[in-house]
């Protein structure tokens, strides 16, 4: 075991008690054999990636990007890694602007936000590392989405974490996002990086220092809150919010970084569920927020009923459990998958912690759900007599899936949420 995950065991004991330590231990060395190897693109990519570029550029496709990296006294040989992987960049339709001011993280990056003359402006902190086609990744998802007539404000990318020893770079602890999630952003900052956001709308919002060490995260809300202006379905607004489902930011782990451990920034942790809080005040959403057991992971209370408080949402659901405490079902994907299958009463899903978080579901299941009542009358006739009832009424697992998949169809096709709630727990069966 390393040193921080003993400082996590031991931060993560003190306020949850031995047992629920145990366990988050546990699961921690569980996830970790599985094996991650961080493939980086052949050389023959990178030339069909800077073919591409150039098509682009001469078709005035290719958005010009701003990286912006905020930079207060870095070991030389870490803004040497960052500055070099900038350069080694497939994609050249990019300017590098190092801000070095001082006031602090949010006061530094709008330093630099404010000096940035691209379309877009992506994120990259003094001490990490970029993949060698990431502008170029993001860069195709832009031009992808206004193909189909969708003007992105936000595209984030998957990451994982780097640490250097015996003189070789280790990838390890992969981050595979979901899609764009609003519920799970407010469960946590699960976006993260690499992050890139309209540079009109950025140079608007930009950071605020009252929420340092979680400036990124309060930046995230804030622009889910301009989306909702502007798109009057939430699931337009989602639209806008773009995920590229590759590894394109290596976020480096050493003792004085959140990547080593969040322990190491607990104001950090407070700021993240301010923001949150301020998130929803603005949106006149009556709550509270309080921190879940696992560090910088939240729960959102909502005081009123819930559809009342959040007209976005079309149902509420949660999840199914076997004798034995495992989860058996709940949360579905769109074909059928059930996420989170067989795991363990305790565990949280590894380490994003997601199943311990409340979320947006493409479906949920139909013997522990609840749906918003003027919505009833959407659900097909043939239908409607399978809603709360029981999992031995069904004639097997995926039968009950495929018509809870039905009737949440019909719910979002209406242009409405769906939201998992993790704590709402009935008994199943395999």
Not at 129 to 150: K, Q, S, T, Y
Not at 155 to 172: A, I, Q
Not at 365 to 379: C, F, G, H
Not at 397 to 410: G, L, P, Q
Request: glycine residues 6%; hydrophobic residues 40%; contains cysteine.
């Amino acid at each position: 075991m390393q040193s921080a995950d003993i400082k996590k065991t031991i931060d993560y004991a003190r306020r949850n008690g031995l047992a629920a330590a145990y366990a988050a231990a546990r699961e921690r060395l569980e996830d970790r054999r599985s094996p991650y190897v961080y493939e980086v693109p052949s050389e023959a990519e990178l030339e069909e990636q800077r073919e591409q570029t150039a098509v682009w550029t001469r078709a005035g496709q290719a958005p010009f990007i701003s990286v912006v990296v905020p930079a207060w006294e870095t070991p030389q040989g870490y803004y040497d890694a960052m500055a070099a992987s900038v350069r080694a960049q497939s994609y050249d339709r990019y300017e590098l602007i190092v801000s070095r001011e001082p006031g602090g993280i949010s006061a530094n990056t709008n330093a630099g936000i404010g000096r940035a003359a691209g379309e877009y402006i992506a994120l990259l902190d003094h001490d990490d590392v970029l993949a060698p086609d990431a502008l170029f990744r993001m860069a195709e998802a832009v031009i992808r989405a206004r193909e189909n007539g969708i003007r992105p404000l936000l595209v984030y990318s998957d990451e994982d974490k780097l640490r250097e020893e015996d003189g070789r770079t280790l990838y390890f602890a992969p981050n595979r996002k979901p899609d764009f999630n609003y519920d799970h952003l407010l469960s946590n900052n699960y976006i993260c990086h690499l992050t890139m956001i309209e540079a009109g709308l950025m140079k608007r919002l930009q950071m605020r220092s009252a929420y340092d060490g979680a400036q990124d995260h309060d930046l995230f809300l804030r622009v889910c809150g301009e989306a909702m202006r502007e798109e009057e379905d939430p699931l337009r607004a989602d639209a806008r919010f773009l995920h590229v489902p590759r590894v394109l930011y290596h976020w480096r782990s050493h003792e004085a970084s959140t990547a080593e451990s969040g322990a190491n920034k607990a104001y950090a942790h407070d700021a993240g569920k301010r923001a949150v809080e301020a998130h929803l005040r603005e949106r006149g959403i009556p709550c509270a927020v309080e921190e879940l057991a696992h560090r910088g992971f939240l729960r959102v209370h909502y005081f009123e009923d819930i559809f009342a408080s959040r007209p976005d949402l079309g149902a509420i659901g949660g999840k199914l459990v076997d004798r034995r405490g495992r989860m058996v079902g709940g949360l579905y994907t769109a074909a059928g998958e059930i996420l989170f299958d067989g795991l363990k009463r305790g565990w949280s899903g590894g380490y994003t912690h997601r199943a311990a978080c409340q979320q947006d579901a493409e479906a949920v299941d139909l013997t522990n759900i609840r749906i918003r009542p003027e919505l009833l009358s959407e659900i097909p006739a043939e239908l409607k007599p399978w809603i709360h009832a029981r999992a031995e009424d069904f004639s097997d697992r995926v039968n009950r899936v495929e018509k809870s998949i039905a009737v949440c169809n019909a719910i979002r096709a209406q242009g409405y949420r769906i939201l998992w709630d993790p704590l709402l727990e009935e008994k199943g069966r395999r």
